[in-house]
């Protein structure tokens, strides 16, 4: 008999103000904002005394003032929001190999099998709760379910420091009455699709034909209907035992503006980079999503000869697949990704392409030494 899966959603309420926050305890209870305060500046973390007055997480800082005035603007501290970062997927790790790091505040993980460790799974999410509060000064919430998706949404529904067990079987009757933004991946536009179709909750969209559905919304029809049933069958993967480490980031506002997209896609990259060295591994291959303002995705790949873990050799192939996507198909962007797939064991020296690759693995890896010392904006590449 195989045991049903307990798949953890842990998310740490907050997190960039909560972090500011457990090394300054006078910002407690503020009307924190942080985030960039120039005319382009964006809203990063909105804390929950801001959010009554409309505030939220990549809107315009300038909207943002507005709405609330007597809000406190911080910029990032991204040294030590990567400190704290390391602390909770260390914690998180003491009770599972198998986590799968989404950012630097939230994580997926399988406690299938862990009763006999560490009792049910709701005495385990509280321990971690806990751990979390005591060694970090910070609040997370959990999410227990069968499945990432509902584990995800169940977190979600419980912030700031709540739980929530979602049991096999009550997934569709648990996410019906929700409203259908509660899916992760639909946004304003496929709401107001859906909308137009007199669907308003995930109960509502579970038992509509799927044949009106597509010619709204278009091919990915049946498997948003399974979703809302909550029926997820994507595995965890830790990165350790991963074939793939991509990150992706939707915008606030849809754009055609190449020097953006080519800013978004180093760092991006950067990031993606920096988790497969973590992983010891190398990759194969590159691949970049794309997704328009239509909700049209497209996704291309390139397997260059030699393998590689440098983020210059990332940012110059998904570079190249962006510029080839956009000749095939010129308009504004909502979402991209990029990722490394195809993992393997670092090869030996070959040839001098490899002595390139070889250098750039090797700087990017004193980058990261630089970074993990002094914090993230300590030091950038000259194109960056």
Avoid: W
């Amino acid at each position: 008999m195989v045991a049903e899966r307990k798949i953890f959603h842990v998310d740490i309420d907050a997190f960039f103000a909560a972090a500011e926050r457990s090394v300054n305890p006078d910002l407690i209870g503020t009307l924190l904002v942080i985030g960039g305060s120039g005319g382009r500046g964006v809203v990063a973390c909105a804390s929950y005394e801001v959010r009554p007055y409309g505030v939220r997480s990549a809107m315009p800082m300038s909207r943002a003032l507005r709405l609330c005035p007597d809000a406190l603007v911080m910029s990032s501290s991204h040294g030590l929001y990567g400190k704290i970062s390391k602390s909770f997927m260390a914690i998180l790790r003491d009770y599972t190999p198998d986590v799968q790091v989404m950012s630097v505040d939230e994580a997926y993980m399988d406690m299938t099998g862990t009763e006999r460790l560490y009792g049910p799974p709701e005495q385990a999410a509280m321990q971690i709760k806990k751990r979390v509060e005591d060694e970090l000064k910070l609040t997370a919430s959990i999410g227990i379910a069968p499945s990432r998706l509902v584990a995800k949404i169940a977190s979600d529904e419980r912030k700031p420091d709540g739980m929530f067990t979602v049991t096999s079987g009550d997934e569709a009757a648990y996410l019906a009455p929700m409203a259908v933004r509660k899916l992760p991946g639909i946004g304003p536009k496929a709401a107001e699709k859906l909308g137009r179709l007199g669907i308003q909750t995930l109960g509502q969209l579970a038992e509509f034909p799927e044949g009106p559905l597509r010619r709204e919304i278009g091919n990915q029809s049946a498997r948003l209907i399974e979703r809302a049933k909550g029926i997820d069958h994507s595995k965890l993967v830790s990165e350790s035992k991963s074939k793939s480490i991509s990150a992706e980031t939707t915008f606030h506002e849809d754009s055609t503006d190449r020097e953006f997209l080519n800013r978004t896609i180093a760092d991006l990259a950067g990031g993606v980079g920096r988790r497969l060295r973590r992983s010891g591994n190398h990759a194969r291959s590159v691949s970049l999503k794309l997704r328009y303002n239509d909700f049209t995705t497209l996704t291309r790949h390139n397997t260059p000869h030699v393998s590689f873990d440098g983020d210059a050799r990332i940012v110059e192939i998904a570079t190249a697949l962006l510029d080839a996507t956009l000749k095939q198909r010129n308009a504004p962007v909502r979402l991209i990704g990029v990722g490394v797939e195809n993992l393997t064991e670092p090869a030996a020296q070959l040839s001098l392409l490899d002595s390139i690759v070889s250098d750039d693995s090797a700087l990017s890896s004193t980058l990261d030494q630089i970074r993990d010392r002094f914090g993230d904006d300590s030091v950038s590449r000259g194109s960056g």
